[in-house]
């Protein structure tokens, strides 16, 4: 397959995500992905100022300064290390064997921390090809949802910001070939 810039590009087939570690003005680094399993859908909204200049009664110019995006996203799978890593809380395990139990307990005092975003899929015009998209630092809040007669979901709101050291928001890739996300 010839790559092209130009596809018809399906769904989600795998998301991660990875905790900022760094974003300073000349430091960007992540820590290691944790698998966002079940991405349902993914929303994206530009956040940005749009300036005019006026004058003699007409715009002179325009200017639309991208800031971010608002980002939302909603899993149909619950995974309490993917809430505890986007939302700054902690899960504890206790038991053994048959009894082992997972318990997230949230406190006010827990703050959202920073993470990098990654998902993709590897369908491209219908054959098997990759298209990534990366979302450099987000934040926000994540909640588990519970859907009367249905299965209970993971809902993500918040936003997407550049890096520090030299503003990127995002990255859009479209591989010939399979890629993992790294």
Known sequence: MTLTKQAVVLGITDAK??????????????????DAPGIKEVTVSLIADEKEATGDETILANFILKKGYELSFSNAMVDLTVVSTINGSTVASSGGNDTEVASLTEFSTDVPVEFNFHFKTDYVDGD???????????KGHMDIIPRSGDVYEMSFKGKAYSRLSDKAIRCITMNETVAAIS
């Not at 995500?17 to 944790?34: E, M």
């Not at 098997?128 to 987000?138: G, K, L, N, R």
């Open 17 to 34: 995500i990875a905790t900022v570690t760094t974003n300073s003005s000349t430091t960007y680094a992540k820590g290691s992905y944790v």
């Open 128 to 138: 098997t090809a990759d298209f990534h998209m990366e979302y450099y630092v987000c």
